[in-house]
């Protein structure tokens, strides 16, 4: 149990894919302009993670050393593959707009180093929940860079839901503040790098607080005891 509590909070927190590692950023700033593309994104993200760290673990014992990382690509890009003819299948709109980049799920480096570092060394059930836990991550700053560039850009939340969850999504939709022109900064790349950073000052500095508060106990303990 206790492997799997530190499996969750390095994945949410402590080893974040995308703001400790800074993996996986092409895509994540790329697509990020709404709540919807982020989350299609995010979810896809999640489930090659599952699939392929289960995938590697499983064949881990049979796949010589030497060749193990083309080994682990194939097996994610099966993963992509079946993703990719879902969403082609399903919500085909999203899959439009998100067009590169899921394909490009292949060339994530957050997907490769869980497969290397984590997966190929444990057994198939911790390596699901690793591949959960760092997806999980992945896909919550996804959809909080989302839900920011979304609000200062256009004044919105979850426009354009019924891209992934169907007809009846389009009453999620919500409207915060009329906007005539949409903020163009918050929408394209540079908005999302700048958003990237408040996200990340704000991770580092919640770490510094929470150490802070960790020292000051354990000094106060340390006089207490003496």
Request: with cysteine; net charge positive.
């Amino acid at each position: 149990m206790n492997e799997y509590k530190h499996l969750t909070k390095q994945g949410l927190w402590d080893n974040n894919p995308a703001l400790v590692q800074l993996l996986g950023l092409c895509p994540l700033l790329a697509v990020t302009a709404s709540v919807t593309n982020a989350l299609g994104l995010g979810l896809a993200t999640l489930f090659v993670l599952v699939g392929s760290n289960v995938t590697v673990s499983l064949v881990r014992d049979f796949v010589p050393s030497e060749i193990r990382i083309p080994v682990f690509v194939m097996v994610i890009a099966t993963f992509v593959t079946i993703i990719q003819l879902l969403m082609n299948a399903y919500v085909f709109q999203l899959y439009q707009s998100l067009g590169i980049f899921i394909p490009l799920i292949v060339t994530n480096c957050a997907i490769i180093g869980r497969a290397e570092a984590y997966a190929s060394k444990n057994p198939w059930q911790r390596a699901a929940f690793d591949g959960l836990a760092m997806g999980a991550g992945f896909a919550l700053v996804l959809v909080v860079l989302g839900a920011m560039r979304e609000i200062i850009g256009n004044g919105t939340l979850f426009n354009g839901a019924e891209l992934l969850l169907g007809d009846w999504a389009a009453q999620l939709r919500i409207e915060l503040f009329t906007v005539n022109y949409p903020l163009l900064l918050a929408i394209l790349p540079p908005g999302a790098f700048i958003g990237m950073g408040f996200i990340i000052a704000l991770k580092n500095k919640i770490d510094a607080v929470r150490s802070a508060r960790a020292e000051k106990k354990t000094v106060t303990r340390a006089r207490v005891t003496a």
